[in-house]
């Protein structure tokens, strides 16, 4: 019969093993494949480590503590180097590595990324200043894009109930962080989008994109190609509130307007209901003026014309001086008119009695007419023996014609 060893309790045996492998390995560094990326709400972060050629994997933990001085995103898919010490989670007996430090294997760091990106996209001109619309000031609706668990949902909601209560706000849930949030908050991005028809009923007329503040890696969520390609191509205007006043992202650039804070944002989408309602009661007032101005002036136009209608012979008498006027007017110029053309009578008198034959028979001349009356003024116009008539001023003398005689002198 074999003989046998001591047996072991389960806890022990399991937390030997752990105690060999961390004295055999110590701290080691290891190269691979990011693989089922979270952070959980403790702040801790989860994956696995995947060899090249995906023949192996090692599940690995990254306590708050050292995720905290993370100086990049960590993604699906990318290569990093990770440094800390092999473990065995005892609760599982499973075989993981606890992660003091991460660094990215030859990708370069976060910034680098985010200017790259920023560049190419700004090439396309998806950050052009004539491509921001802008915010109506009286919306009916605001959508919101956030995480439902994020506290700038409260910032945003609260700031919109205490300055503008009458407007509705729809949220569209999405996460704000991980490796799934950026296909997610497009996809609320383009939801929120097909409300931008015209029907007053469903139309959402400014959206918010927004969560609170964080580490680079926090936002970068918001460095996303897709989702800043989603804010770049939403039918209605979008008001980015990513983080603090001093995080930028490059959702902030494809944005209509860009908010320091999720609070602002709130702030910036509506006018606050005193400051509306102000503006209504001065126009108003503006409007009651203009209306009792006009109802002035026709008050006092009526009152003329009860004055001249109850006094109609005030205006009959101002008639009969007008028609007196003209009457003397018109007996001056017909005075005038007679003066005139009877001082032209004269002229035309004296130039037609200068134009008198008989005038001119009286200075010794004769008037000579043939047979039939014609005037005679050449010799050659009778012969001898034709019948003519000479008229003198005092009668007429009919004689006969003995000789013609052209050319001879008087």
């Not at 560049?119 to 200043?129: I, N, S, T, Y």
């Not at 203009?290 to 009152?303: A, F, G, I, N, Y």
């Not at 205006?315 to 110029?333: I, T």
Request: some cysteine; hydrophobic content about 45%; glycine content about 8%.
């Amino acid at each position: 019969m074999r003989h046998m060893q001591a047996m072991w309790d389960v806890s022990a045996l399991v937390r030997a093993i752990a105690e060999t492998l961390g004295d055999q390995f110590g701290a080691v560094t290891v190269q691979g494949e990011l693989g089922q990326f979270t952070r959980a709400a403790s702040g801790h972060s989860y994956f696995t480590l995947k060899s090249s050629d995906g023949a192996a994997s090692l599940r690995c933990a990254m306590f708050r503590r050292a995720a905290s001085g993370l100086d990049f995103y960590p993604q699906e898919g990318q290569h990093v180097e990770i440094w800390g010490r092999v473990a065995v989670f005892e609760p599982r007996g499973e075989l993981q590595f606890i992660v003091e430090a991460m660094r990215q294997a030859g990708a370069g760091t976060l910034m680098a990324q985010f200017e790259q990106l920023k560049a190419r996209l700004a090439l396309e001109g998806l950050f052009d200043a004539a491509r921001k619309r802008a915010i109506n000031a009286y919306p009916r609706r605001i959508g919101v894009v956030t995480s439902l668990a994020a506290a700038a949902l409260h910032d945003v909601v609260t700031a919109l109930q205490r300055r503008a209560p009458h407007v509705e706000v729809l949220i569209y849930p999405a996460p704000v962080q991980g490796v799934e949030a950026p296909p997610l908050l497009a996809q609320a991005i383009r939801e929120a989008g097909r409300n931008a028809d015209p029907d007053p009923d469903t139309v959402i007329d400014t959206l918010i994109v927004c969560r609170g503040g964080g580490s680079m890696e926090d936002l970068w969520a918001f460095n996303d190609e897709r989702v800043v390609r989603a804010i770049a191509a939403s039918p209605i205007p979008v008001v980015c509130g990513v983080g603090h006043e001093t995080d930028i992202t490059l959702a902030d650039f494809a944005a209509d307007v860009r908010a320091p804070t999720p609070t602002a944002a709130a702030e910036m989408v509506a006018v606050a209901r005193a400051d509306a309602l102000a503006a209504l009661a001065a126009l108003a007032r503006q409007a009651q003026g203009r209306v009792q101005r006009r109802l002035e002036r026709d008050e006092q136009r009526l009152d003329r014309l009860q004055l001249r209608l109850a006094r109609p012979g005030d205006g009959l008498q101002r008639q009969q001086q007008r028609l007196d006027r003209l009457a003397r007017r018109l007996v001056e110029a017909v005075r005038q008119q007679q003066t005139r053309q009877s001082a032209r009578l004269d002229v035309l008198q004296a130039r037609l009695a200068a134009l008198d034959p008989a005038h001119v028979l009286a200075r010794g001349y004769a008037w000579v007419r043939d047979g039939a009356g014609q005037p005679i003024s050449t010799t050659a116009a009778l012969s001898v023996g034709d019948a003519f008539s000479v008229v003198l001023s005092d009668g007429r003398i009919e004689a006969v014609v003995t000789a013609a005689l052209p050319g001879a002198s008087a």
